[in-house]
T-cell receptor
């Protein structure tokens, strides 16, 4: 069964608008972590933000925030005030406690329009 | 600067030839990983290693081989048995611990094209 689902293969957003990238996950482990990575056209993977399953507050890192809804098993990435440089592929990922592997979703390609 | 290096960035090989992709890290991480990425797709795990001289198959290990003779090095060999080797290959590393917050650090990737 797919553990990470990103339902938006591609998105187009006007510059300076906020954008939400969807991610749902599936796990029976109560202890897990959720990650978002950005992959620009150069190919490197850039870590953006992390949310632990026991964290009480939603994670934030600059313009990035994670809308964590545990009961719905949802971990959406919100980018505020989008910039042209935000155009990239974005991957949601999950690690279960005690597992050294991270499971990645298929990604969402974000296009920021000037 | 600490990080992960992969070389070369672009690699071309003839069909039927084995090719080895390099991955070196100076982060002192115990775990290392190899992923394959096809155009427009997510990352699929090929092999991973948590300790020197030990490694485990990932989801798509067929046609690939690895070695882990040193902590900092985890080379991947794409053999002639791999039916469709043209792809982007990413190497990653992380610490091993009881926390779920062990992010993976990635190298810049190698784009392999088999002609």
């Amino acid at each position: 069964a797919q553990k990470i689902t990103q339902t938006q293969p591609g998105m187009f957003v006007q510059e300076k608008e906020a954008v939400t990238l969807d991610c749902t996950y599936d796990t029976s482990d109560p202890s897990y972590g959720l990650f978002w990575y950005k992959q620009p056209s150069s190919g490197e993977m850039i870590f953006l933000i992390y949310q632990g399953s026991y964290d009480q507050q939603n994670a934030t890192e600059g313009r990035y925030s994670l809308n964590f809804q545990k009961a719905r098993k949802s971990a959406n990435l919100v980018i505020s005030a989008s910039q042209l440089g935000d155009s990239a592929m974005y991957f949601c990922a999950m690690r279960e406690l005690g597992d050294d592997k991270i499971i990645f979703g298929k990604g969402t390609r974000l296009h920021i329009l000037p | 600067d600490g990080g992960i290096t992969q070389s070369p960035k672009y690699l071309f090989r003839k069909e039927g030839q084995n090719v080895t992709l390099s991955c070196e890290q100076n982060l002192n991480h115990d775990a290392m990983y190899w992923y394959r990425q096809d155009p427009g797709q997510g990352l699929r795990l090929i092999y991973y290693s948590q300790i020197v001289n030990d490694f485990q198959k990932g989801d798509i290990a067929e046609g690939y081989s690895v070695s882990r003779e040193k902590k900092e090095s985890f080379p991947l060999t794409v053999t002639s048995a791999q039916k469709n080797p043209t792809a982007f290959y990413l190497c990653a590393s992380s610490i091993i611990g009881i926390s779920s917050y062990n992010e993976q650090f990635f190298g810049p990737g190698t784009r392999l094209t088999v002609l």
